[in-house]
């Protein structure tokens, strides 16, 4: 530990680090946005899919439930069973094509 002065000056920033530090805060702000998760949700397809396996289901279900009911009260078991399951079907496919095609005209007005 002299009282000497160095021989060399020490050496100043250089430029060239600085673009490179603020290039690469860059790509670490662009990486970031690209990997942020996007919005979490159901999208219009996955509500009308959801919505028709309802319907479906809900027309089958209660088409069977109605069907097994009357038979079971007048004693017309498996014909009424297969005349509800049948109306229950028709129901939910008739719900289906309903919904779909007035989803189809709400996306043309806009």
Not at 27 to 51: I, Y
């Amino acid at each position: 530990m002299s009282d000497k002065e160095p021989e060399r000056e020490p050496i100043g920033e250089d430029a060239r680090i600085d673009a490179l530090e603020e290039r690469l805060r860059a790509a670490r702000e662009r990486e970031e946005q690209r990997n942020k998760p996007r919005v979490s949700g159901a999208g219009s397809s996955d509500k009308a899919g959801s919505r028709a396996l309802a319907d479906l289901l809900g027309g089958l279900i209660g088409g069977v439930v109605v069907g097994w009911t009357i038979g079971w009260f007048f004693d017309l078991n498996p014909g009424a069973l297969l005349v509800g399951l049948f109306l229950g079907i028709v129901v939910a496919f008739r719900n289906i094509i309903r919904n779909s095609s007035s989803s189809s005209d709400k996306g043309s007005d806009s």
